[in-house]
């Protein structure tokens, strides 16, 4: 990516999410209130993520889960926790909505790999973790070729692909093909899932420790 088309990037990341934020106000507004009267506080969730080279941020999203926990306190499992409304947002991307605040700071881009969770950073691959060379997005292409229906191996693959393939047009592209997607509601979750199962692939660390004993045992 060239200084030039990093700008361009930026800059249109910055047009569309201020007027997107702009012409969605009511449905912001609409969204809390529903959250509010069906949830209560809080409307919105935080939870931190890794950014582009692994930076951490707070990624910010419309509520979708109840807090309800077991007898012991723990947290019941996300499709029990999951509402009505919830669903209803998650299947029209309506609690993505306030990701645009965290591309209007400069946290993440409309398109790009998704971010997911801290934890998972010491899990890739070396090759998984160049997804993290770019900043995520709200949107990417393994969101438009198959989003949460396919494996976390694919996904990887997409998500590098995507870094070594990267131009104006597209990112275009994936922007039309997100609102297709959105609009038929496909790849919601995996079979089973309310979103995602934990990734537990192989990571860094891991990769070592199998290198380490791989040597031990041919000495």
């Given at each position: 990516m060239t200084p030039?088309?990093?700008?361009?990037?930026?800059?249109?990341?910055v047009?569309?999410?201020?007027?997107?934020?702009?012409?969605?106000?009511p449905a912001i507004?609409?969204?809390s209130?529903?959250?509010?009267?069906?949830?209560g506080?809080?409307?919105?969730?935080?939870?931190e993520?890794?950014g582009k080279?692994?930076?951490?941020?707070?990624?910010?999203?419309?509520r979708?889960?109840?807090?309800?926990?077991?007898?012991?306190?723990?947290?019941?499992?996300?499709?029990?926790?999951?509402t009505?409304?919830?669903?209803?947002?998650?299947?029209?991307s309506?609690?993505?909505?306030p990701?645009?605040?965290n591309?209007l700071?400069?946290?993440?881009?409309?398109?790009g790999?998704?971010?997911?969770?801290?934890?998972?950073?010491?899990?890739?691959?070396?090759?998984?973790?160049?997804?993290?060379?770019?900043?995520?997005?709200?949107?990417?292409?393994?969101?438009?070729?198959g989003r949460?229906?396919?494996?976390?191996?694919?996904?990887?693959?997409?998500?590098?692909?995507?870094?070594?393939?990267?131009?104006?047009?597209?990112?275009?592209?994936i922007?039309?093909?997100?609102?297709?997607?959105?609009?038929?509601?496909?790849g919601?979750?995996?079979a089973?899932?309310?979103?995602m199962p934990?990734?537990?692939?192989y990571g860094?660390?891991?990769?070592?420790?199998e290198?380490?004993?791989?040597?031990?045992?041919?000495?």
């Amino acid at each position: 990516m060239t200084p030039m088309s990093k700008a361009a990037k930026r800059v249109i990341d910055v047009l569309i999410s201020g007027l997107g934020l702009i012409v969605l106000t009511p449905a912001i507004f609409v969204v809390s209130f529903l959250i509010f009267i069906t949830m209560g506080k809080p409307v919105l969730f935080t939870q931190e993520r890794p950014g582009k080279h692994g930076r951490i941020f707070r990624l910010i999203k419309f509520r979708t889960m109840t807090k309800e926990r077991d007898a012991e306190g723990n947290l019941l499992p996300d499709e029990q926790r999951l509402t009505r409304l919830g669903r209803f947002l998650r299947s029209t991307s309506l609690d993505e909505l306030p990701e645009l605040f965290n591309v209007l700071k400069g946290d993440m881009s409309l398109v790009g790999p998704r971010p997911l969770l801290p934890q998972y950073l010491d899990r890739y691959t070396p090759e998984q973790a160049r997804r993290h060379e770019v900043k995520p997005g709200i949107t990417g292409w393994a969101q438009v070729n198959g989003r949460n229906a396919i494996t976390w191996e694919e996904k990887f693959t997409l998500d590098v692909w995507y870094v070594d393939n990267w131009s104006l047009w597209l990112d275009i592209k994936i922007l039309a093909l997100t609102l297709i997607k959105v609009f038929k509601r496909e790849g919601i979750s995996a079979a089973g899932e309310a979103t995602m199962p934990e990734f537990t692939g192989y990571g860094a660390l891991q990769a070592e420790r199998e290198a380490a004993a791989g040597k031990d045992i041919d000495a």
